[in-house]
């Protein structure tokens, strides 16, 4: 079995709760990644993606400059403890229809398992994830109408 801290990208860039939106763009430009977790007292609060800011806050026009990262973030983050193994990864990841999960030890970020990561340990079942995760509302609802 393998132990989810032998796959993870370990120590994950975070940023203050209070980092505004153009900070955490240019933090993510810096550090060539999409997902940043934002801490506040060194406990997780929220994590936030490349895709929240260019849909979700750039769609409603708010200027990058003063809007806190927090008021896009997801908060009540998903997350497996550093002591989980793959399977149980796989898992949580596949029912919360997410691509990157954060791992923690005790509310401290200390890793990041995505997708890619998944895939170079258990092809097959990171390919199902990836199906299952793809899966929206959306695309479900254009499928049962071919």
């Known amino acids: 079995m393998t132990r989810i801290c ?3 990208t370990p120590n994950p860039i975070t ?10 763009a240019q933090k993510m430009l810096d550090e060539d990644t999409g997902f940043i977790p934002l801490v506040e007292n060194g406990c997780v609060c929220g994590v936030i993606t490349d895709r929240d800011i260019a849909v979700r806050a750039t769609a409603q026009g708010v200027d990058p400059t003063t809007t806190k990262a927090i008021d896009f ?3 009540g983050v998903i997350c497996v403890l550093l002591s989980a193994d793959v399977d149980e990864a796989i898992k949580v990841m596949e029912r919360a229809k997410i691509r990157r999960l954060l791992v923690v030890d005790g509310n401290r970020p200390v890793g990041v398992v995505s997708l890619g990561d998944l ?3 258990t092809p097959k079942q990171a390919e199902e994830v990836l199906v299952e995760v793809s899966r929206s509302p959306r695309t479900l609802a254009h499928a049962t109408r071919m």
Not at 15 to 24: K, N
């Open 119 to 121: 895939a170079e340990c």
């Open 6 to 8: 032998d796959v993870m």
């Open 73 to 75: 973030a997801t908060c």
């Open 15 to 24: 940023c203050g709760s209070d980092a505004t939106l153009q900070e955490i």
